[in-house]
């Protein structure tokens, strides 16, 4: 695996009140980037990459997201990176199974990848939670290195591209799901899994990142 090395990049990290902000921060920093937590859209434009955490419901998610949708799906519109993490990964998407569980109806994602997040069925424990591989399926700057390679999940749902080319990687748990999506032009992306929880693999990943934002 790379060691830390470092870039230029300027990334920001979406403060929305939900996400592992100080842990996100710390990796992104071992990763080598300049880090800076804002809830300011115009630092989002200045930055070199937007990282979009989350841990919790789809629902709140959205709704603490909401004041910065325009301008997310603005920057990516515009070719500017951004990574979600996790419910940040789901947060990409268009609709979750999740609202609909929790009786709260239907919630829009951005809508930057169309899909659903599908709730985990079958007889496997849920949460899928603990460690697990990633099977890369097509190339990207942010998986390079890590095919075969183990990282470190918690969650109910998965991501349901409805284009299966949106898969990067994908990993088993009684159904193979999406536990690496990007959108067709390669600047929306996102991990279903914690890289900053993920030791040398997730570092690698955080690496990858800072260089493609060093890069665009």
């Known amino acids: 695996m790379s060691t830390t090395r470092q870039t230029a990049a ?8 939900l996400g592992n902000l100080r842990s996100v921060t710390r990796g992104l920093e071992r990763a080598g980037a300049s880090v800076a937590l804002s809830e300011d859209p115009a630092d989002f ?12 419901a789809f629902s709140e998610g959205m709704d ?23 419910l940040g990964m789901q947060m990409l998407l268009t609709t979750s199974e999740e609202a609909d ?3 709260e109806g239907d919630v829009e994602g951005l809508d930057l990848i169309p899909g ?13 939670m603990g460690w697990n591989e990633l099977d890369v399926q097509r190339e990207h700057p942010l998986v390079e290195g890590v095919d ?3 990282a470190y999940f918690v969650h109910s749902y998965y991501a349901d591209p409805e284009d299966s080319d949106a898969v990067v990687a994908a990993t088993d748990y009684g159904t193979e799901f999406a536990s690496v999506v990007a959108n067709d032009a390669g600047n929306v992306f996102g991990t279903q899994f914690h890289p900053e929880k993920s030791g040398e693999t997730g570092l690698q990943i955080l690496q990858n990142f800072v260089e493609y934002c060093v890069e665009r």
């Open 10 to 17: 300027e990334v920001v990290v979406v403060d929305y009140g």
């Open 45 to 56: 434009d200045a930055a070199d990459g937007v990282v979009l955490p989350g841990v919790g």
């Open 64 to 86: 603490n997201a909401g004041p910065f949708r325009e301008t997310l799906v603005d920057l990516a519109a515009e070719g500017k990176p951004l990574f979600g993490i996790c």
């Open 101 to 103: 569980h929790a009786g």
């Open 116 to 128: 659903a997040n599908r709730r985990f069925t079958g007889e496997k424990k849920i949460p899928h």
């Open 148 to 150: 075969g390679e183990y």
